[in-house]
């Protein structure tokens, strides 16, 4: 999700969306943002969750939602891996 040259606004609406928690935000500014394909935006909540999570644990920016993001990966079987479950 992270863009190599992301300017200043995308990671603030970025920031925003994770710290609220938003899944359906996050799809849609997925689809804006970074162009995903139609078979991706399409997965359903818990894919667009899972997502979010990850994203959450494997960014230095929000250290303060780590932990609540981890233990939801965990109660649902995923590791905070990006790459894999």
Known sequence: ???????????????????DGDWAALREFARKENQISDDIYEKDEHFWSVLMHKIICNRIDQLHLHAASRAWLERNGYSTDLGGF
Do not use: D, F, G, T
């Not at 999700?1 to 710290?19: D, F, T």
């Open 1 to 19: 999700m992270m863009q190599p040259n992301a300017n200043p606004e995308y990671e603030s609406r970025l920031r925003k969306i994770l710290a």
